[in-house]
């Protein structure tokens, strides 16, 4: 299975790549562009279309996939070794998760037991692909005509409170217990999902920053996810990954293309979505013996989010609408402060390393002491993060 997931990502990948090559030559034919601005950082019209390549990198991957999946059948000739493999147990942890345990079973029923975990995601999957969609048109159509920052918002909630709850893709199910039905799992989950989606859309202010940030978070939830053997999740972040690079190597500064918000919306949500749908338990951890695993999330997606509290903190105590974009974003201060763009944008991938690594470690430590450790250090690195934004401007600033 490691190797179908390798597959997956380098296949949208290559996808991607290609994909973005056409939009950057179709771009300007059909106008679409983002012209230079107030608050842009571009002299030049650049081309828009990132977001459609990694769409299409991603979608048709993920088609052909559960195409693959649902018309593939164990071969007779199996082999007859037995290895063992992770499955998901009937019984619910108290946060409402599924817990994972470890068995032993025939190559041939191990081969069928994966397809037919892909079998039963199919909904799901199909689920996710139609919010992405319809996410995708909603980033072109303002691409191509701002929209009105509620309206945008409003149609954001709108799509993801559909999927959460058509298709129960929900967090911290356990707040069903309080009495009120799924409506505080569900509003937690919508509230979760729109913070990371809007995170993203936030950090695509610089050439390579959105998708290179979010290329190390997919990067830390996909060994996360290979760990505890979560292949469906799995293979769902190693095609966004793949299709993040793809368009970063057209991307990186100095960028030939955009992905617009068409991009940056829809990587906010399957991040948002994936990391509800990922356990962060290893197998046979109960969630009181490791509860801050399912903290991970946050520990990754530490920079993404500071920015956006920080910024729009900071539009709202200037009397602006946090919706209305500026130069005020982290990288934006660094480059003030005497840093290229480029390194700003390198800086900002190291800081998510770090953080990200050690959410990596979170679910493999045995006791609340190590959690707070890593949990101390994100808090410290976040604080190098704010003395940085803080330092004084150049002289000639």
């Not at 025939?106 to 069928?112: E, F």
């Not at 980033?139 to 409003?154: Q, T, W």
């Not at 368009?247 to 992905?259: D, E, T």
């Not at 959410?359 to 690195?381: D, K, M, N, R």
């Given at each position: 299975?490691?190797?179908?997931?390798?597959?997956?990502?380098?296949?949208?990948?290559?996808?991607?790549?290609?994909?973005?090559?056409?939009?950057?030559?179709?771009?300007?034919?059909?106008?679409?562009?983002?012209?230079?601005?107030?608050?842009?950082?571009?002299?030049?019209?650049?081309?828009?279309?990132?977001?459609?390549?990694?769409?299409?990198?991603?979608?048709?991957?993920?088609?052909?996939?559960?195409?693959?999946?649902?018309?593939?059948?164990?071969?007779?000739?199996?082999?007859?070794?037995?290895?063992?493999?992770?499955?998901?147990?009937?019984?619910?942890?108290?946060?409402?998760?599924?817990?994972?345990?470890?068995?032993?079973v025939?190559?041939?029923?191990?081969?069928?037991?994966?397809?037919?975990?892909?079998?039963?995601?199919?909904?799901?999957?199909?689920?996710?692909?139609g919010?992405?969609?319809?996410?995708?048109?909603?980033?072109?159509?303002?691409?191509?005509?701002?929209?009105?920052?509620?309206?945008?918002?409003?149609?954001?909630i709108?799509?993801?409170t559909?999927?959460?709850?058509l298709?129960?893709?929900?967090?911290?199910?356990?707040?069903?217990?309080?009495?009120?039905?799924?409506?505080?799992?569900?509003?937690?989950?919508?509230?979760?999902?729109?913070?990371?989606?809007?995170?993203?859309?936030?950090?695509?202010?610089?050439?390579?920053?959105?998708?290179?940030?979010?290329?190390?978070?997919?990067?830390?939830?996909?060994?996360?996810?290979?760990?505890?053997?979560?292949?469906?999740?799995?293979?769902?972040?190693?095609?966004l990954?793949?299709?993040?690079?793809?368009?970063?190597?057209?991307?990186?500064?100095?960028?030939?293309?955009?992905?617009?918000?068409?991009?940056?919306?829809?990587i906010?949500?399957?991040?948002?979505?994936?990391?509800?749908?990922?356990?962060?338990?290893?197998?046979?951890?109960?969630?009181?013996?490791?509860?801050?695993?399912?903290?991970?999330?946050?520990?990754?997606?530490?920079?993404?989010?500071?920015?956006?509290?920080?910024?729009?903190?900071?539009?709202?105590?200037?009397?602006k609408?946090?919706?209305?974009?500026?130069?005020?974003?982290?990288?934006?201060?660094?480059?003030?402060?005497?840093?290229?763009?480029?390194?700003?944008?390198?800086?900002?991938?190291?800081v998510?390393?770090?953080?990200?690594?050690?959410?990596?470690?979170?679910?493999?430590?045995?006791?609340?002491?190590?959690?707070?450790?890593?949990?101390?250090?994100?808090?410290?690195?976040?604080?190098?993060?704010?003395?940085?934004?803080?330092?004084?401007?150049?002289?000639?600033?």
């Open positions: 299975m490691l190797y179908a997931v390798l597959g997956l990502g380098v296949a949208s990948f290559v996808l991607s790549l290609i994909l973005t090559r056409v939009m950057i030559w179709l771009s300007p034919k059909i106008g679409f562009v983002d012209q230079p601005g107030h608050r842009k950082i571009h002299a030049n019209p650049k081309p828009l279309g990132g977001g459609v390549a990694m769409f299409w990198g991603f979608a048709i991957t993920f088609i052909a996939a559960l195409v693959i999946a649902r018309y593939l059948n164990t071969p007779l000739r199996a082999q007859l070794a037995s290895r063992q493999i992770d499955i998901l147990d009937a019984a619910y942890l108290p946060q409402g998760d599924f817990r994972l345990k470890t068995i032993t025939p190559d041939h029923k191990r081969a069928q037991a994966y397809i037919d975990g892909v079998k039963q995601q199919t909904p799901v999957a199909l689920g996710l692909l919010a992405m969609l319809a996410m995708h048109i909603l980033g072109l159509v303002d691409d191509k005509r701002a929209l009105g920052p509620f309206l945008k918002l409003f149609i954001q709108a799509i993801t559909a999927l959460v709850a298709f129960d893709l929900r967090a911290l199910t356990a707040l069903d217990n309080l009495g009120l039905g799924r409506s505080p799992s569900i509003i937690v989950t919508v509230l979760w999902i729109g913070a990371i989606t809007n995170a993203f859309n936030f950090l695509d202010n610089m050439d390579g920053l959105s998708a290179g940030v979010a290329a190390v978070c997919t990067t830390a939830f996909l060994i996360t996810a290979l760990s505890i053997g979560q292949w469906f999740v799995a293979g769902s972040l190693a095609l990954l793949g299709s993040l690079l793809g368009f970063l190597v057209w991307n990186f500064p100095p960028a030939k293309i955009f992905m617009g918000d068409s991009g940056s919306l829809l906010g949500l399957v991040l948002g979505v994936l990391t509800v749908r990922t356990t962060f338990l290893p197998n046979n951890v109960s969630f009181n013996a490791g509860w801050y695993a399912i903290l991970a999330p946050i520990i990754v997606l530490a920079l993404p989010l500071y920015d956006l509290i920080v910024v729009s903190i900071l539009r709202m105590m200037n009397g609408s946090p919706f209305v974009g500026d130069t005020n974003h982290f990288s934006h201060r660094l480059v003030r402060r005497g840093m290229s763009k480029r390194t700003a944008v390198l800086c900002l991938y190291l998510t390393a770090s953080t990200s690594i050690a959410a990596i470690l979170l679910p493999q430590v045995e006791s609340s002491s190590g959690a707070i450790l890593i949990f101390a250090q994100t808090i410290l690195i976040l604080c190098v993060v704010a003395l940085l934004e803080q330092h004084p401007l150049p002289a000639d600033g």
